[in-house]
């Protein structure tokens, strides 16, 4: 079975400075996607980034960027500029030949004007 | 477009009674899923539809909790009899086909007292 491990869970950071959110996940499996969730207090999940793991470029989605280490089984996803809209809870999600979905239990990201 | 509905968005019940929660999800899309999400958790997928039929139901507690998806289109989730245990958010999400983006609804959030 998979696991997803987000070691931080809770992260602040400065209005318009760069955060990294960490994780790390487990697998056999070979061919299988990554995904960053974001769940706003509103609580509507939305997707952030995603990644697929016979890639080996970094995927990036305007301020938000990964970094993708295959061999350690880590995925950090990188969020520049930060903006007061971010603050949110982000999930790192593992989903392999399965199609089944396998979320870490989240970081608690704050962004301070 | 319209995204993924869910109904009711609050539900308070005593434990022992039954509940029900009803998801309709974007135009088109054949892949549908419950996941539950405990307070400070990420979610846990509950059940998996493509279409009309089960793909994987693995982690749904069918003692208690029971899905169906008619007609391939809205789904509703029931749990009968509900325990303290079962408090949490309650997410649908669908996708085009089973390695698509999952988007998720705003969810239920269930207290059983």
């Known amino acids: 079975a998979q696991t997803v491990t987000q070691s931080q869970p809770e992260m602040s950071v400065q209005e318009a400075e760069t955060v990294t959110l960490s994780c790390t996940y487990d697998?056999?499996?070979?061919?299988?996607?990554l995904f960053w969730y974001k769940q706003p207090p509103s609580r509507q999940m939305i997707l952030v980034i995603r990644?697929?793991?016979?890639?080996?470029q970094n995927a990036t989605e305007n301020r938000f960027s990964v970094n993708f280490q295959k061999a350690a089984k880590s995925f950090s996803l990188k969020i520049s500029d930060s903006q007061l809209g971010d603050t949110a809870m982000y999930f790192c999600?593992?989903?392999?030949?399965?199609?089944?979905?396998?979320f870490g239990k989240g970081t608690l990201l704050t962004v301070n004007p | 477009e319209a995204g993924v509905a869910q109904s009711p968005r609050y539900k308070i019940i005593e434990k022992r009674q039954s509940v029900a929660f009803w998801c309709n999800p974007i135009?088109?899309?054949?892949?549908l899923y419950w996941y539950q999400q405990i307070l400070g958790q990420g979610p846990k997928l509950l059940i998996q539809f493509q279409n009309n039929g089960v793909v994987d139901d693995s982690q749904l507690p069918k003692d208690r909790f029971s899905a169906e998806r008619l007609k391939g289109v809205d789904s509703t989730l029931k749990i009968q009899p509900a325990k303290l245990e079962d408090s949490a958010v309650y997410l649908c999400?669908?996708?085009?086909?089973?390695?698509?983006?999952?988007?998720f609804g705003p969810g239920t959030r269930l207290t059983v007292t």
């Open positions: 135009s088109g899309h054949a892949t």
């Open positions: 999600a593992f989903g392999g030949s399965n199609y089944k979905l396998t």
């Open positions: 990644q697929e793991a016979y890639k080996q």
């Open positions: 999400a669908s996708s085009l086909n089973r390695v698509g983006e999952q988007y």
């Open positions: 697998t056999s499996e070979s061919n299988y996607y």
